[in-house]
C-alpha cells in the first residue's frame, strides 16, 4: 500500500460564514503531506462565499443552488480523486494530526475488507466534553452510532455504497449512521483510532 495515497477533504458549508474559515484552515494545517480540499457550499445566503474565495487557489470550490446536506456531500464525493476521502462540516475542525494518524492506523493493518478510520470527539465551541467512540462493533452499531461523521473512507468502498442516501437528505444526524450500515452491508470493517483528533462544535444552531 502507498504509505501517502492522495487524501480528499470535503468540507460542506451552509451559512456558516462565522466559522468556515477555522474549518478550512484545520484541513490547509494537516500535517499529511498529500491532501486534496474541496469546499461544497450549498447555496449560502449569508456572506459564505467571500469568506471561502480567498483559498480558492489552495482548494475546490463547488458552488450549488441549496439542496440539502446530502446532495453536497455527495457532489463532493464525485469530485474527489483521493483514495480515501473523508467529510467535515464546516463548522467543526480537525486536529493537525488528524489525517496523519488515521492513515498511519490504515497502513498498520493488513485487512482487505478495511474501509473506515475514525477517532474519538471532543466538543467545543459553547462547552467542551471529550466523547469517547468505541472499537468497531457491528452489534452496537446497529442501535447507536459510535463513528465520528468525518470518518476516513476508502473512496471506492464509497462509491460502491452509493454514497450517502439522497432519500435522508432532511433528515437530521441520520445520513451518517445510514452509510456505516451500508458499509457493514457490504461486508466492509472499520477500525477505532483513540484520540480526540476531531472537534464538533456546539453552538446555538439547531
Known sequence: MNSHPLVSCIITNYNYQQFVVESIESALKQTY?????????????DNSLQYIRPYQ??????CQPNSGVVEARNNGGRRATGEFIFFLDADDILHPQYVEKLVLAFNHQDNPNLAIAYSDCRFCGRFTSLVRSHP???????????????????????D????YHVDLNKVASFEDWDL???????????????????FYRIHGRG
Open 33 to 45: 503531506p498529500k491532501m486534496e480540499i474541496i469546499v461544497v457550499d450549498d447555496g449560502s445566503t
Open 160 to 163: 460502491q455504497v452509493g454514497g
Open 57 to 62: 487557489n489552495r482548494l475546490d470550490l463547488i
Open 180 to 198: 456505516w450500515l451500508s458499509f457493514v452491508e457490504a461486508g466492509y470493517q472499520g477500525l477505532y483510532v483513540p484520540g480526540d483528533l476531531y
Open 136 to 158: 468497531w462493533d457491528v452489534k452496537k452499531l446497529l442501535y447507536r452510532n459510535y463513528i465520528i461523521s468525518a470518518a476516513l473512507m476508502h473512496k471506492k468502498a464509497f
